[in-house]
């Protein structure tokens, strides 16, 4: 039990020992670390707009357009079509290529089937017409 008892003890803190991985700790942090000074609105995100106070004197101060930050807000905006040049997700595939794949051509008549009316079509078309102009006169 006695050499139990002599193994637990700690051993006392080293100042020395702890500054210097600190020291090392932050000079791995400062390797990597980037430093951003330009800031911008994410344009993905909403954004509202604050109104003044309601018994406030104070007009609201114009300030003049940044051009880059119009472009990435009406860029935001955009169909995806129009912002990527493939889909990014899969449902996005579906629809992507919108553009029929041959051209519609009228005159083919093994592609366009208009509307063709017969007698019977024509008789009901004028029954279904003079029911509603009576109903609307009476």
């Given at each position: 039990?006695?050499?139990?008892?002599?193994?637990?003890e700690?051993?006392?803190?080293?100042?020395?020992?702890?500054?210097?991985?600190?020291?090392?700790?932050?000079?791995?942090?400062?390797?990597?670390q980037?430093l951003?000074?330009?800031?911008?609105?994410?344009?993905?995100?909403?954004?509202h707009?604050?109104?003044n106070?309601?018994?406030s004197?104070?007009?609201?101060?114009?300030?003049?357009e940044?051009?880059?930050?119009?472009?990435?807000?009406?860029?935001?905006?955009?169909?995806?079509?129009?912002?990527?040049?493939?889909?990014?997700t899969?449902?996005q595939?579906?629809?992507?290529?919108?553009?029929?794949?041959?051209?519609?051509?009228?005159?083919?008549?093994r592609?366009?089937f208009?509307?063709?009316?017969?007698?019977?079509?024509?008789?009901?078309?004028?029954?279904?017409?003079l029911?509603?102009?009576?109903?609307?006169?009476?």
């Open positions: 039990m006695a050499a139990a008892g002599k193994a637990k700690k051993e006392p803190v080293d100042i020395v020992h702890q500054n210097a991985i600190h020291v090392e700790t932050i000079l791995k942090e400062q390797r990597s980037k951003y000074t330009e800031f911008s609105i994410n344009p993905f995100k909403k954004l707009v604050l109104t106070k309601p018994m004197r104070t007009t609201h101060e114009e300030a003049e940044d051009p880059a930050f119009l472009k990435i807000i009406h860029g935001a905006h955009l169909e995806p079509t129009k912002k990527y040049t493939h889909p990014m899969e449902s595939e579906i629809g992507w290529i919108s553009t029929p794949l041959i051209v519609s051509d009228r005159a083919d008549r592609l366009n208009p509307r063709q009316n017969s007698e019977i079509t024509k008789y009901m078309d004028a029954a279904w017409r029911k509603e102009q009576t109903q609307n006169l009476g």
